[in-house]
Structure formats: structure tokens, C-alpha cells
């Protein structure tokens, strides 16, 4: 198999994909979570800052999303063939709950009836908690893996099948996690009193990511037995969760001194840490096969052909740095904190 840099092409894109992802996770992690709190403001003038605060990037983040995807299917097409119709019904929910959170963010500002801005803050809120928790559902899928049979068909039976213990577990270690990550963003935008109040909310995430972060790792760890095998074969690889938990604890530190800057950092370092973790249990597999290992996807029967891969590769190379100058630019432009004007939402 040709190779580059001493690895091989699917080897390559699966890093590339994982990056994707994690730049996603990073960047709409913090709207979700900052969309997952926004009930919690009382005052129009609070949710107003708060949802300005994410106006001028969500859509943006959302790019990501959409050249993971895109990734996903040309470099791995039987993964996400097999995915996306043994996950079905999660996706389609995460498709409504995206479309729903957009139209909330704009329908909003149309009118200016109390009903009308508190039914689009309702729908707002419970879409940003609900995409959070629907991706930590699928990851948590991923990981414990499904019923897969020959070529690659999914075999489960139930139709809620996807919502099982370590699923939910997942889930709600996500939300968490972005809860916290959002929390920290939104007091990089705020002032005043919506700034103190969201001090003392993101000591609450914290707590909550930290519960829902220790109970996954348990239950990982007492029935899932597979995910740990790279580490006990590898055990150098025990660097990366060991600078994960170091990252954690560098958050709750960090966010008590109030220096949020740098806790950002470390948030955005610590989900970055998290789908490493992720990526190092799963590879060479990308799908386990509960019925039997030999119907396991892997990076190998599920690639495109090499030479695909390496043109893709070529694409990569340019169009990344481009990616990344958009989103530095973007965030470069609306930094600072969040100012109320006739344009505002």
C-alpha cells in the first residue's frame, strides 16, 4: 500500500476527518453550549447579549460540520453509508433540531411580542441541548459499536435501539462538556451583571462535566473493555489521557483565577484531547461489529481507492489553510465584547 511520511493514505485521512471533527466539535461546541444556558437569563436585554454573542460565527461553525461530512463520504463511503442508515433516526433528529435552532436564532428578533421572543428562546435553547447530547449519542454508538452483519448491515432490532445506557452516558457527558466550554465563551463577551451571573453558572458546568466525565470513564472502563486495549498494547499512548485529565483540571483552575482567555484555550485543548482519545480506541476499526469482529469496518474495507485519496489529499492542502484563514478572520472581526445596536438580533 502506498504511504506518505511513512503512513498510509486511508491512515491519512482518517487523521484529517478526526481534525474536521474536532474543529467542529471545538467551534459549534461553544454555541451549543452557550445556547444550552440561555434560559437561565431572565432578562431580554441577558438573552440578547448572550444570543449576539454566537450571531455573527454559528452559521460559520456550521461549515465544519458540512466538510466533515463531506470527508467522511468521499474518503470512507461505506462508513457513512452504513452509519447514517443504521443511525437514522438520530440524524434525522439532529437535522430538525439544526433547522429549528436557526430559524429560532432569526425568527427571534422579527417581532416583539413577550410569547413571541420566549417561544423562539424555548426553541433555541432546547435545540442547542438536544444537537449536544444527539452527537455525544451518536459518539457513544460509535464507540460501544453496533449490530452489524454481513456486508455491512445493520442488524438492530429496536427502533430506540441507539438510546442505550453508555449512548445516554455519552450524550450527557457532551452537553456537559459544551456547557462548559459555552459558558467560558460567553463570559469572554459579557460584562456586568450577566458576566457574574455566568461566573457562578460555569462553576455548576464544570461540576457537571466532572460527574458526567467520571461516570463514562467508569462505565468504559468496567464494560467496555476493547476501547483500552491500544493503551495496554502501546502503554506510551497513556499520555494522552493523562494530559486530558491535565487539561481538565487546567480549566477548573484557570476559571477560578478568571482568566477566561486561557481557560478557552484549555477547554478547546481539552475536547481536542477527548477525540484523540476517541480516535487512538477505535483505529484501525471505525465501526465494531457487535454480532462478530470480521463485520467491523475499518480504515482498510471502508476507504475510497488510494489514488481518490491522494487527490483529496492535494484539495486538503489547499483549501485547509483557507478554512482556517476564514475562520481567523471572522473571529478576529468580532472579537471583543457584544455591543446592542439596530443590527443586533
Not at 78 to 103: D, E, G, K
Not at 106 to 122: H, L, V
Not at 298 to 314: F, H, P
Request: hydrophobic letters at 50%; a positive charge.
Amino acid at each position: 500500500m502506498e504511504t506518505f511520511l511513512g503512513l498510509d493514505y486511508p491512515t491519512w485521512w482518517y487523521l484529517v476527518i478526526g481534525a474536521l471533527f474536532s474543529g467542529y466539535a471545538i467551534l459549534d461546541g461553544f454555541d451549543f453550549g452557550a445556547g444550552a444556558w440561555h434560559l437561565f437569563f431572565k432578562k431580554e436585554q441577558s438573552r440578547r447579549i448572550a444570543l449576539n454573542a454566537v450571531g455573527p460565527v454559528w452559521d460559520g461553525n456550521e461549515v465544519w460540520l458540512v466538510i466533515g461530512g463531506g470527508a467522511l463520504f468521499a474518503g470512507f463511503p461505506v462508513m457513512y453509508a452504513t452509519l447514517f442508515s443504521s443511525m437514522y433516526t438520530p440524524f434525522i433528529l439532529f437535522l430538525v433540531f439544526i433547522i429549528f435552532r436557526a430559524i429560532s436564532i432569526e425568527f427571534r428578533g422579527k417581532e416583539e411580542m413577550k410569547w413571541w421572543r420566549k417561544t423562539w428562546d424555548i426553541g433555541y435553547s432546547v435545540s442547542s441541548i438536544m444537537l449536544a447530547f444527539l452527537l455525544g449519542v451518536v459518539l457513544g454508538n460509535v464507540l460501544q459499536g453496533i449490530a452489524l452483519g454481513a456486508d455491512y448491515q445493520y442488524q438492530g432490532a429496536g427502533f430506540f435501539e441507539f438510546l442505550n445506557p453508555y449512548a445516554l452516558l455519552t450524550g450527557l457527558t457532551t452537553l456537559s462538556l459544551f456547557m462548559a466550554h459555552g459558558a467560558i465563551y460567553l463570559l469572554l463577551k459579557t460584562e456586568g451583571k450577566l458576566y457574574e451571573k455566568l461566573t457562578l453558572l460555569l462553576k455548576r458546568g464544570i461540576i457537571f462535566f466532572i460527574i458526567c466525565f467520571s461516570i463514562t470513564t467508569i462505565y468504559t472502563l468496567l464494560y467496555i473493555p476493547h476501547l483500552s486495549d491500544a493503551f495496554k498494547n502501546n502503554p506510551t499512548l497513556f499520555v494522552v489521557p493523562v494530559a486530558t485529565f491535565l487539561s481538565i483540571a487546567n480549566v477548573t483552575r484557570l476559571a477560578s483565577k478568571k482568566r477566561y482567555r486561557w481557560a478557552f484555550f484549555f477547554s478547546a485543548l481539552t475536547i481536542s484531547f477527548l477525540l484523540a482519545l476517541v480516535a487512538i480506541e477505535l483505529y484501525p476499526t471505525l465501526l465494531f461489529s457487535t454480532i462478530s469482529p470480521e463485520y467491523s469496518i475499518d480504515v482498510y474495507n471502508a476507504a475510497a481507492s488510494t489514488k481518490t485519496l491522494k487527490i483529496m489529499m492535494r484539495m486538503v492542502a489547499i483549501g485547509g489553510p483557507l478554512v482556517l484563514g476564514y475562520t481567523y478572520f471572522v473571529y478576529r472581526t468580532f472579537k471583543g465584547k457584544v455591543i446592542l445596536d439596530e443590527t443586533s438580533y
